[in-house]
């Protein structure tokens, strides 16, 4: 029962240009959702969350955007940069539950 | 101002074998969860401690069990090891007044492959 679903393994995009990563939730409890961006031999590290509140976030270069009569969620990245290159992990969690549900992941390969 | 400290780094178990795995939370953080990240996965709870006691868990076997200690510190033990619990072992602290996710710190994490 996977209630968080990035469908996209993997992603790439060309240094400058617009990276969209795709989240989707089948749970209606969920009403906050994380971005977490993971390199190689390194803990998960947060990177932009939103309340079910907002639809929309917005942190620098990364831009979250919230849908929820669709149960959809994307994360933005303008311009992209080489440095963005590693794993991004939806995670979303019922509000006090302090647990977060983790989607399998996508992995971002920016090109110079 | 340490963060999540986990060890150790990486281990190598035989099947049917026991493990222990350990985490210091971030200097103010009261509650610690373990996550277990298999190979192409996402994190995935396993459950969570706070005030020395299991609060949540998640669907995992009794073979996985844990403590906490009254200085925050927690432990991830593993019985009957399979060759399915070889995976990235994930601490995160967080504090318990704090609702929001984005307080939640992982640790760099424990490979355990299991042979």
């Known amino acids: 029962d996977q209630q968080v679903k990035q469908n996209s393994p993997s992603l790439s995009v060309q240094e400058g240009r617009i990276s969209i990563l795709n989240c989707d939730y089948t749970?209606?409890?969920?009403?906050?959702f994380l971005w977490y961006k993971k390199y190689p031999a390194e803990g998960p590290t947060f990177l932009i969350s939103?309340?079910?509140?907002?639809d929309k976030n917005e942190d620098g270069r990364f831009t979250v955007f919230l849908n929820k009569s669709a149960k959809h969620l994307s994360l933005h990245i303008v311009p992209s940069q080489p440095g963005d290159s590693a794993v991004y992990f939806c995670?979303?969690?019922?509000?006090?539950?302090?647990?977060?549900?983790f989607g399998q992941g996508t992995r971002l390969t920016i090109n110079p | 101002d340490a963060g999540v400290t986990q060890s150790p780094t990486h281990l190598i178990k035989t099947r049917g074998q026991q493990v222990t795995l350990r985490c210091s939370p971030k200097?103010?953080?009261?509650?610690v969860s373990w996550y277990q990240q298999a190979l192409g996965q996402g994190p995935q709870f396993i459950f969570q401690?706070?005030?020395?006691?299991?609060?949540q868990r998640g669907n995992f076997p009794d073979r996985f069990s844990g403590h906490q200690f009254p200085n925050y510190s927690s432990e991830l033990n593993v019985n009957a090891l399979l060759l399915g619990d070889s995976a990235l072992y994930l601490c995160?602290?967080?504090?318990?007044?704090?609702?929001?996710?984005?307080?939640?710190?992982f640790g760099e994490g424990s490979w355990l492959t299991v042979v």
């Open positions: 995670a979303a969690s019922a509000r006090g539950a302090q647990k977060l549900v």
């Open positions: 939103i309340s079910s509140i907002k």
């Open positions: 401690y706070y005030e020395e006691e299991e609060r």
């Open positions: 995160a602290s967080s504090s318990k007044t704090d609702s929001s996710g984005n307080t939640i710190y």
């Open positions: 200097s103010g953080h009261d509650t």
């Open positions: 749970n209606s409890m969920f009403d906050y």
